[in-house]
Every structure is written in structure tokens, then in C-alpha cells.
């Protein structure tokens, strides 16, 4: 793996977030609200709000307003938020580390029901097998995630009553509840997911299994199932991967409303409350944070990529 091309990868996300933070800062700033009138009510003392206005630099010019707060950003000083009254900083950890429950466990759910039925169409191209895994893959495309989501509490919270439909517990305290609790927004999200997945899976091996190799293999007297488990998902999954990597972002894009269906305290539930209640400092901060996970992310799963395949050599 080529130095050059990793710090050239570094490069370019460190670029891509210091954008981030132009345009959201330059978003927030022209939403209508204002902050010192959310701290003090419209109902406050006018001399009172401008010396609010002053201490809180919100009269400074813009140019200094942002260096403030990406500096702020820099040495951990992320600020409070208006409606929890907390350092945002100690907010945000909190709430990242319970979604990153949810991620893991609906990307979890996605690949291990994706990559099977991607597999068993392929290998049963344009037969019925192909064509349920197919159908099943475009049903779940067509739906949306808070459908899945209230069918997911109709059926396993009020029905079956097997897991909660709302709430959150802190793993810290109670890790098999958590898991409890995570569980039906993480499986409302990863039959989306799983549906992409899918079809990116059954493309590729498609592919894979009219390849020289694969009739070699055959012809070898090789089993079926070492024949495309072994030498034909091995070299499909990267790809697989790779677009396993790039849906982080449709993740957090989905897990906003997700979290909010299952009133499921997470990052996405902060993100969703502070641009309800106009918390600006807030809004600034999840915004950036959701950003910079996605980027990181995407730039760990290139780095995979190139370490698992060894037909990808960079100068």
C-alpha cells in the first residue's frame, strides 16, 4: 500500500471537512432564529440581550465568529447547547456511542442476509431463485425506513411484545437491554441497507462466476460450494465492501428519522432535537460530526479494500 496515495486520501478528507465547516456554518448563520433571544425569551430586557449578544460575540463579524468556533472545535472547546444545557462535547460522545450501536448492528444485519441471497441469485442467474432474491431486493429498495420501522413495532413490540418499541438503555448498565432496545430500529434500517447490498452483491458475482478461473476451478473437479464460496465471493467481496462503506452515509441520513420513530436517544435523535429547537451550536456540531464520521469511514473502507485485494497495487 503506497504512502503517497494515503496521504494523498488524507489530504483530500481533511479538505473535504474543512468545506464542511464553511457551508455549515455558513447554513446556520442564515437560518431565522436568534440565539440570544432563545436563551433569554422574547420577553427579555433589551440592554440585557445586547450585553448577551456581546459576550456570546454574536456582533462580531463572520469571519472571526467562524475562526472562533472551528478553533473552539481544534482544543475541544465545542461549546454548550442551548436546550440541554450541557457541554456539547460531553453531549456528543454520549450520543455517538449509541448509535454507533445501531450502525453496527443494522450493517451487521444488512450483509449477513445481503451477501447470501446476492450469492444464491447469481449462482441461480435468471431462474426463480434469481428472481425471488431480486424481487425481495427491490421490495426493500421501494419501501422506506420508517415503514419498515412501524412495521417492525406493529409486529415484534405490540404484537409479539419481544423487544421494546421506544427508548434507550446505556450499555455501560445494562448491555443485553441496550441490545434490546437497539434492535428493532437497527433491523428497520439494515432492510434497506440489505436491499442495495443485494443487488450489488448479486452483480458482482455474476460477474465473478463467468471469469477463467472460476471454469478452471471447476474443471479441477472442485465442489460447487468451494468453487463460489471460496474462490468466487472471495474475489466479489470487496466490492461489496466498498459500497458497505459508502451506505454509512445513507445510515446516518435514515438513522435521523429512525431514531426519532423509536424515541432512541442517539446521535441522530440530538441532531433531529436541536434543529427543531434552533440550537445553533448544536446544529453546527452534529452536523460536522456525522459529516467527519462518514468521510473517515469511507476512507477506512478504501484502505480495506486495498489490503484484501491483492490484484490492487498502487505505485
Known amino acids: 500500500m503506497s504512502l503517497t496515495y494515503v496521504l494523498n486520501r488524507l489530504l483530500s478528507v481533511i479538505l473535504t471537512l474543512f468545506l464542511i465547516t464553511l457551508v455549515t456554518f455558513g447554513v446556520t448563520?442564515?437560518?431565522?432564529?436568534?440565539?440570544?433571544?432563545m436563551i433569554m425569551g422574547t420577553q427579555s430586557n433589551p440592554e440585557a440581550m445586547a450585553g448577551l449578544r456581546a459576550s456570546l460575540g454574536l456582533d462580531?463579524?463572520?469571519?472571526?465568529?467562524?475562526?472562533?468556533?472551528?478553533?473552539?472545535?481544534?482544543?475541544?472547546?465545542?461549546?454548550?447547547s442551548l436546550i440541554f444545557r450541557q457541554p456539547i462535547a460531553v453531549l456528543l460522545g454520549e450520543k455517538i456511542a449509541a448509535s454507533a450501536i445501531i450502525v453496527v448492528m443494522s450493517m451487521?444485519?444488512?450483509?449477513?442476509?445481503?451477501?447470501?441471497?446476492?450469492?444464491?441469485?447469481?449462482?441461480?442467474?435468471?431462474?426463480?431463485?434469481?428472481?425471488?432474491?431480486?424481487?425481495?431486493?427491490?421490495?426493500?429498495?421501494?419501501?422506506?425506513?420508517?415503514?419498515?420501522?412501524?412495521?417492525?413495532?406493529l409486529v415484534f413490540a405490540r404484537w409479539l411484545g419481544w423487544f421494546p418499541s421506544s427508548g434507550f438503555v446505556d450499555p455501560a448498565e445494562d448491555f443485553m437491554g441496550a441490545l434490546r432496545h437497539a434492535f428493532l430500529p437497527s433491523l428497520a434500517l439494515g432492510l434497506g441497507l440489505m436491499a442495495h447490498l443485494t443487488r450489488m452483491t448479486r452483480s458482482t458475482m455474476t460477474g465473478i462466476l463467468e471469469q477463467e478461473f472460476i471454469r478452471v476451478?471447476?474443471?479441477?473437479?472442485?465442489?460447487?460450494?468451494?468453487?463460489?464460496?471460496?474462490?468466487?465471493?472471495?474475489?466479489?467481496i470487496g466490492p461489496v465492501i466498498t459500497i458497505a462503506g459508502l451506505q454509512v452515509g445513507y445510515l446516518f441520513g435514515s438513522i435521523i428519522v429512525m431514531e426519532s420513530l423509536?424515541?432512541?436517544?442517539?446521535?441522530?435523535?440530538?441532531?433531529?432535537?436541536?434543529?427543531?429547537?434552533?440550537?445553533?451550536?448544536?446544529?453546527q456540531a452534529t452536523v460536522f460530526v456525522i459529516a467527519a464520521v462518514?468521510?473517515?469511514?469511507?476512507?477506512?473502507?478504501?484502505?480495506?479494500?486495498?489490503?484484501?485485494?491483492?490484484r490492487i497495487r498502487l505505485d
Not at 476512507?299 to 484484501?308: G, N, Q, R
Request: proline fraction near 4%.
Open 262 to 283: 423509536f424515541n432512541y436517544t442517539g446521535m441522530g435523535w440530538l441532531t433531529y432535537q436541536a434543529l427543531l429547537n434552533r440550537d445553533m451550536p448544536l446544529i
Open 217 to 236: 476451478a471447476r474443471a479441477k473437479g472442485l465442489a460447487e460450494r468451494v468453487v463460489v464460496w471460496r474462490y468466487g465471493l472471495a474475489n466479489a
Open 60 to 80: 462580531d463579524p463572520l469571519i472571526v465568529q467562524y475562526g472562533r468556533w472551528v478553533g473552539g472545535m481544534l482544543t475541544g472547546d465545542w461549546g454548550n
Open 108 to 153: 451487521t444485519i444488512a450483509l449477513s442476509l445481503a451477501v447470501p441471497l446476492g450469492v444464491w441469485a447469481a449462482v441461480h442467474r435468471d431462474k426463480w431463485q434469481d428472481t425471488t432474491s431480486s424481487s425481495a431486493a427491490l421490495l426493500g429498495v421501494s419501501l422506506p425506513d420508517f415503514f419498515w420501522g412501524i412495521v417492525m413495532i
Open 294 to 310: 462518514v468521510m473517515l469511514t469511507n476512507l477506512l473502507v478504501d484502505l480495506l479494500y486495498l489490503a484484501i485485494d491483492p
Open 29 to 37: 448563520n442564515i437560518l431565522p432564529g436568534d440565539v440570544a433571544m
